[in-house]
């Protein structure tokens, strides 16, 4: 077997979802790099968490930015607290994490929940199946105190899994932490962000700033916005399906011209996936009006900007955004090939605007990451 691999994660609605791993002390994108693995993973996978009300709270969660490939922050489960790290993920609705009873490979080199030590916890019965496009977990549901960003969410559903797929020995977090709707939660559990706001204890919409080349500084805010990290007015956005947090974008242009998305398309902002993924025929349209999906390192500057079009407004993306750079291959387009009619604006996107996910009205706001 390949020492890295993905998580591609069918949630409900048969999307792949990738996600990146990683060996110790090496990121997943540096590990594929020496192995001469990237190029192929990157062809084949493509895809891969203020303003404050009185009487709620605003919990900030930092998180890790691994290589602009994946962004996970640390949560607690149980009394007293056991430490996960978990990927914050709006294209899935499951927290879960590895717990005592998995003897996989890829529980065992990561941190095992154990209800035995938490004085809090109950097991629900219900047993949890989440199928990912590289293999499964499975586990059941238990509730516990689960502490994220400072906020402390009593009677929480998640799910301990007693097998992962091998694959899942290489992912960096130990879990999943879901930030999409119930509706695309497996075993009806109940999401962490709709519990909290069930509970009270924060305001109906959270926001996520994902920093760019830099391992620190990227955050996800629960019941606020912090608006040190966009520039200029937000824009809301109705959303088209309260499932995925998923849009309908008008088309894509590049010096004008209309590349991708022609006569409109459905995306969903998922920080879950690195890249932007979108029909074959699309992205190759894409990559070919920016002048190739692999790109001289030297020219960047002379690149055109790509513009996403939503609800009339004009999302632009310069070169130095959508081109990543490694120092084993040079340089490339961040816009895979999805296969499916549904495109995604993973976090080469989301770098670019600062977005509150708002499920009081199910709009997303964007605005100029800063
Ligand atoms: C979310 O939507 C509600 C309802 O329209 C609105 O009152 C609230 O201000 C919105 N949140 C943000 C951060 O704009």
Redesign the pocket.
């Known amino acids: 077997m390949k020492a890295a691999i993905i998580l591609c994660a069918i949630v409900a609605l048969s999307e792949c979802l990738l996600r990146i791993p990683l060996n110790k002390g090496k990121t997943a994108r540096e590990s594929l790099e020496e192995q001469g693995l990237w190029e192929e993973y990157r062809q084949q996978f493509p895809y891969r968490p203020m ?1 404050k009300f009185e009487d709620f709270a605003v919990g900030t969660e930092q998180m890790t930015n691994d290589a602009d490939l994946a962004y996970f922050g640390v949560i607690s489960i149980g009394t007293p607290p056991q430490s996960f790290r978990v990927i914050f993920d709006t294209g899935s609705s499951n927290l879960w994490v590895p717990s005592v009873y998995c003897s996989s490979a890829a529980c065992n080199n990561h941190h095992k929940f154990n209800p035995s030590q938490s004085s809090t916890f109950r097991n629900t019965g219900k047993s949890l199946q989440i199928q990912y496009g590289t293999g499964s977990m499975t586990g059941f549901l238990g509730t516990d105190v689960v502490a994220v960003g400072g906020i402390q969410v009593p009677h929480q559903t998640f799910g301990l899994s007693q097998s992962e797929a091998p694959f899942m020995a290489h992912m960096q977090a130990d879990g999943i932490l879901g930030l999409a709707f119930p509706r695309l939660a497996a075993s009806g559990a109940q999401t962490v962000f709709n519990n909290m706001v069930q509970q009270g204890l924060v305001q109906d ?1 959270f926001s996520v700033y994902l920093s760019s080349n830099s391992a620190t500084g990227s955050e996800v805010t629960f019941g606020g ?1 912090d608006p040190s990290h966009y520039t200029g007015n937000l824009v809301w956005i109705p959303l088209s399906s309260e499932t995925y947090w998923q849009i309908t974008v008008e088309s894509m242009t590049v010096n004008g011209n209309v590349v991708a998305c022609n006569g409109g398309c459905q995306a969903i902002v998922d920080t879950g996936t690195s890249l932007i993924v979108g029909p074959n025929s699309d992205i190759s349209s894409l990559n070919n009006a920016v002048g190739g999906a692999s790109v001289n390192c030297q020219n960047i500057a002379n690149m055109p900007e790509v513009t996403i079009n939503i609800n009339g407004h004009a999302f632009t993306l310069p070169a130095s955004a959508y081109v990543r750079q490694s120092n084993y291959y040079g340089c490339s387009t961040g816009f895979g090939n999805g296969g499916s009619s549904l495109w995604i604006l993973g976090d080469v996107f989301i770098r670019q605007y600062y977005t ?1 996910f ?1 499920m ?2 199910n ?1 997303v ?1 964007l605005a100029k990451a800063v």
């Open positions: 303003a919409y916005y509150i708002n009081s009205n709009y706001g």
